[in-house]
């Protein structure tokens, strides 16, 4: 398939900024998306974190370009490309909108083990390097000033929009090497992030609920226009 106008010019500014931050400094901090409480933090961020990946992870911003170009090609091809651009952006920002939702019900819960004073030293005065804390104000910390980045939660909407609109179409997977209709494959997809987003396993740095939050604002989109519009 050759590629659409969004899909190419939301590759090309993914790439860009990709390498951008390898030689501009500072660039990374300011377009990562932070806690809205943490200090880092920068409005432009809910918009700006989607077009960002990991510097040390090239298979991070491939394999969302990869499938951004499978699967967003065949939404812009039929919708065109203003809607497809308001149903990607959509599910992006409401990916980072869930993500810090769930970050908020887990900050809240940390800060019920801690004193004002401990928790002040954590969000106001911050951690000095070096100094021995509680472990639950290392983690509230971290929580607070760990960023997000990537095209995951969008890339995962416009996975859900193709299995909605497209849901007999024969996927051919790699592992195992079988052919699986689209609506199905994404269900197994959802259901492995919504357990993986449950199961909260230690040293896991993937933000699941975001991959869900762009899934499931996609959905909600989806319904809105199908109510909506005889042609969605």
């Not at 909605?164 to 199905?184: C, D, G, R, S, V």
Request: hydrophobic residues 50%; charged residues 10%.
């Amino acid at each position: 398939m050759n590629l659409t106008p969004a899909v190419k010019n939301i590759i090309i500014i993914n790439v860009l900024i990709y390498l951008a931050c390898f030689v501009v400094p500072g660039l990374n901090d300011a377009l990562t998306g932070y806690y809205f409480s943490s200090p880092n933090f920068r409005p432009w961020q809910i918009v700006t974190h989607m077009f960002m990946h990991s510097q040390y992870d090239f298979t991070h911003i491939f394999f969302n370009m990869y499938a951004l170009y499978l699967f967003g090609t065949a939404l812009e091809n039929y919708w065109g490309t203003k809607k497809f651009i308001i149903y990607y952006m959509t599910c992006g920002v409401g990916a980072f909108f869930l993500h810090m939702g769930v970050s908020y019900l887990e900050i809240q819960k940390m800060m019920q083990v801690l004193s004002d004073k401990e928790i002040y030293q954590v969000m106001i005065t911050g951690l000095e390097e070096g100094r021995a804390y509680r472990v639950q104000m290392v983690e509230l910390y971290s929580a607070i000033n760990t960023g997000v980045v990537g095209a995951s939660g969008a890339v995962f909407g416009v996975l859900l929009g193709f299995g909605m609109l497209f849901p007999n179409t024969e996927l051919m997977l790699l592992f195992p090497p079988i052919p699986l209709k689209a609506k199905y494959f994404v269900m197994i997809y959802g259901a492995i992030e919504f357990y993986l987003a449950m199961r909260q396993t230690t040293g896991d740095n993937v933000a699941h609920y975001a991959h869900l939050g762009g899934m499931l604002f996609g959905y909600l989109l989806l319904k809105y226009w199908q109510k909506n519009s005889k042609v969605w």
